[in-house]
């Protein structure tokens, strides 16, 4: 009897020890993951062309670069493992300032990725699921003798209207005008134009509902 107890407590104790090194090691990662996160007042934060007050960028991030390019404004979470880039390689000298704009209390989904080329306009108060792509980039593919990465990568400036929602997974494509208050279905892709106050969903993203001042919301039939 006096053995099985002693083999119950040492289970016991090794139980215990487990749970506080869990606990430890957690702690520790959360404030890492805190520290080395970019807010306002860290020095990357300064490489920024605006970093607004209330805004943070959540460590671990996958790939970001010529952050001068790259404005963002107040009270604006971007999630773990986003790549946010303004042009092809660290160090490139853009046409245009500003490549990226993301506005105030915006939430960037985890896992996404904002490659800005020429132009991405994200507006005030646009939230995103996780893993949503939005480029202002394409790729030429028409001359079949040249690998598709050599051919001409024609680029189109893309908008997100004010208080927007794009769902888990949605694409947003160059040239693409999404505008206010507009609902993305999850997995979607976005090649066109979305207009104000609609609700857009599949590949090509479609308009299923929309709102109008004088009939409030109607659906939208497809053939």
């Known amino acids: 009897m006096s053995q099985a107890f002693n083999l119950i407590q040492r289970d016991y104790d090794v139980c215990v020890a487990r749970n506080i090194l869990g606990d430890l090691v ?3 990662w959360q404030i890492f993951r805190f520290k080395a996160s970019i807010s306002p007042e860290s020095k990357r934060a300064k490489g920024f062309g605006k970093f607004g007050t209330g805004s943070i960028i959540l460590f671990p991030f996958t790939t970001i670069f010529n952050e001068k390019y790259i404005q963002i404004g107040k009270n604006t979470m971007i999630g ?3 790549a946010l880039s303004a042009g092809m390689m660290p160090g490139q000298e853009c046409l245009t300032n500003p490549v990226v704009r993301i506005g105030d209390r915006c939430l960037i989904g985890r896992g996404s990725g904002i490659v800005g080329h020429l132009s991405i306009d994200v507006g005030n108060d646009v939230w995103t699921g996780h893993h949503v792509y939005i480029t202002d980039q394409s790729h030429g593919y028409e001359d079949v003798t040249i690998p598709i990465s050599l051919q001409t990568q024609p ?3 893309v908008s ?3 208080g ?3 769902g888990h997974g949605v694409v947003v494509l160059p040239g693409s005008k999404i505008g206010r208050n507009v609902a993305v279905g999850a997995n979607s892709v976005v090649t066109g134009e979305l207009p104000d106050y609609c609700v857009a969903v599949g590949s090509p993203a479609k308009v ?7 009939s409030g919301w109607s659906a939208k039939k497809h053939f």
């Open 26 to 28: 957690a702690n520790l």
């Open 80 to 82: 773990e493992h986003v």
């Open 155 to 157: 680029e189109k400036s």
């Open 160 to 162: 997100i209207g004010d």
């Open 164 to 166: 927007s929602w794009l």
């Open 208 to 214: 299923i509902r929309q709102y109008s001042p004088d």
